[in-house]
């Protein structure tokens, strides 16, 4: 039997979403934010927010745009490269406001096929601000693998994505009553920079906030500068 700490120095599969992939994305961000998997996450807010985290309508129209761009990009012959290169060719002739938001996913290994009921173990969303700072969204791993260094890999390289689109600071937003979530942040060196945000309104379809007085925390990081894969 393969080893727990064996697995989590494992390489994992990172690639950009397809449209195929929006069911499984639905389920893991769900699952992730909002519960339901057979192991309760770390991450889970259902005793803050109840309801989809997001919809499998969105998530649809957002993984199109993923991979709209990808197809624009496919006649340069450059479909093959990593994600941070691909990145760094759309946001190169782009005008950084107009830059879309991108989706991440982690592949799931056949070997966990008994843990997951998805095809894929984690996603995170990029999205280049026009202040120039790269905030990374929807960072999800599926509960029934947590703690096996999925999110790890998925934010590494979502940072390294970031950099290519000369992006010096990368941000998150937390829900300000999650201090485990707060310090996980800022033990990876994502510090409070000063920044607050009020709880979207229901219209927004990301649920029904349990509590009158939520707000997120802006958390900010120094982003190396881009290396590219040799």
Known sequence: ??????????EYKVRWAEQSDSVDV????NYAYRGGAREK???????LVVGDRMTLEDVSTLLNKTQSIIHSLSHTRTSHRSPPELYRIHTSSTQKVQVEEMVLVVECPHDYD??????????IKIEVLPDGRAEFGLFSV???VQGKGVGTVLLNMAEKCASAANCGKGIVRVIHCRPELINWYNRISYLPSGETDSFPPIAARV???LRSD???VVLEKQLPPYVADN
């Open 26 to 29: 639905h389920k893991v961000v």
């Open 214 to 216: 939520l707000f997120f």
């Open 142 to 144: 599926h509960p029934n």
């Open 41 to 47: 996450g770390w991450t889970g807010e259902e005793h």
């Open 207 to 209: 649920g029904v906030p």
């Open 114 to 123: 008994e843990e997951v009921d998805t095809k894929i173990l984690g996603c």
């Open 1 to 10: 039997m393969e080893r727990k700490n064996e697995r989590n120095k494992r």
